[in-house]
């Protein structure tokens, strides 16, 4: 006797034990639910018998990976005893942003695994398990690159099971270590921003800042609470400069598959004396206007100097070399 027949037979013996037990005016209800009730046990294990593969879904439906890693598809199935046909294993991938129907990248089938896509050479794309019979059709990718982005299937067959999952992979850049530096003068009392970029990585990237705590063993803190920062453009921006915002900040640029940083040192300079300033603008101003003057008399004098020089020559020439006059 099966386990299923032995199962079904002793809830049957221990039911048909709680009806003789009632009164014999309940025996026409307690054979109706009976009957309900081995109909229901029957049908159940005539279910289990007969459903067939069932390919486990374990893990997320979507996973993201950094450009370079290594990745493992999960896909664990069950067969049932009425497949008897020939197992079948497919794994097949639709590519993103594309209207491509799924083509077959590796198969397994009658003890021999088939490649089926020059791809899978150069990307080490290979069943995870040794033998993907006993029960771990799990895919295995090396050396992930954007173009394995896209929708894998899993697809099971012994017939007449069949059964198939499908997981979704996004290969992802990590972000570049980000440049940082500061915009504004440093004045206190004036505004000053700290920026950070990131050049390359996918997208969405985002940034967060912080300040670098005196400690002897550097640690992160929270930066001051009159600055502002924005996590999309890389900004932290302080309205009204202190000497107590001076020191070191760390900002770090992130997505879903890693994160790199960068580091400014932030100064908080004086202003320069403004009765100093206003008073060396006004000497400025006086020294301008006379040296202007100056020029405009020494110009003056030489123009009067060059007139005088030529009316002596002129004084010194015979009368018939005069200008205006000729010899009779």
């Given at each position: 006797m099966s386990?299923?027949?032995?199962?079904?037979?002793?809830?049957?013996?221990?039911?048909?034990?709680?009806?003789?037990?009632?009164?014999?005016?309940?025996?026409?209800?307690?054979?109706?639910?009976?009957?309900?009730?081995?109909?229901?046990?029957?049908?159940?294990?005539?279910?289990?018998?007969?459903?067939?593969?069932?390919?486990?879904?374990?893990?997320?439906?979507?996973?993201?990976?950094?450009?370079?890693?290594?990745?493992?598809?999960?896909?664990?199935?069950?067969?049932?005893?009425?497949?008897?046909?020939?197992?079948?294993?497919?794994?097949?991938?639709?590519?993103?942003?594309?209207?491509?129907?799924?083509?077959?990248?590796?198969?397994?089938?009658?003890?021999?695994?088939?490649?089926?896509?020059?791809?899978?050479l150069t990307n080490g794309l290979s069943f995870a398990a040794r033998d993907p019979s006993l029960g771990d059709a799990s895919l295995s990718i090396a050396l992930l690159s954007p173009a394995d982005s896209g929708t894998y299937q899993c697809k099971v067959k012994k017939p007449p099971?069949?059964?198939?999952?499908?997981?979704?992979?996004?290969?992802?850049?990590?972000?570049?270590?980000?440049?940082?530096?500061?915009?504004g003068g440093e004045l206190v009392g004036e505004a000053v921003s700290l920026r950070c970029k990131s050049e390359k990585g996918s997208t969405p990237l985002k940034y967060a800042w912080w300040r670098e705590s005196a400690d002897p063993i550097p640690a992160a803190a929270p930066i001051p609470a009159a600055a502002t920062q924005n996590s999309y453009t890389g900004e932290l921006k302080i309205s009204n400069h202190a000497q107590s915002f001076a020191g070191t900040y760390l900002c770090e640029a992130t997505n879903a598959v890693g994160a790199e940083h960068c580091r400014v040192d932030l100064k908080a300079n004086k202003p320069p004396n403004r009765a100093a300033v206003i008073a060396g603008t006004v000497v400025g101003s006086l020294l301008l206007i006379f040296t202007g003057l100056l020029y405009w008399k020494l110009r003056n004098r030489h123009h009067y100097e060059q007139e005088s020089s030529n009316e002596i020559r002129e004084d010194a020439l015979p009368p018939n070399s005069r200008p205006g006059q000729s010899s009779s």
């Open positions: 386990r299923e027949e032995l199962s079904v037979h002793m809830r049957t013996m221990m039911f048909r034990q709680c009806c003789s037990h009632l009164r014999s005016g309940l025996s026409f209800q307690c054979s109706f639910w009976f009957s309900g009730f081995l109909l229901f046990t029957l049908l159940s294990t005539e279910l289990r018998c007969t459903r067939g593969v069932q390919v486990m879904v374990t893990g997320p439906q979507t996973i993201q990976k950094a450009v370079g890693a290594n990745v493992t598809l999960g896909c664990s199935y069950t067969l049932s005893p009425s497949d008897t046909g020939v197992l079948d294993i497919e794994w097949s991938m639709a590519r993103r942003n594309t209207m491509h129907s799924h083509q077959t990248l590796i198969t397994y089938t009658t003890g021999t695994e088939y490649i089926h896509d020059s791809r899978a099971g069949l059964d198939m999952r499908r997981v979704s992979l996004v290969v992802m850049a990590k972000p570049s270590v980000p440049k940082c530096w500061v915009e």
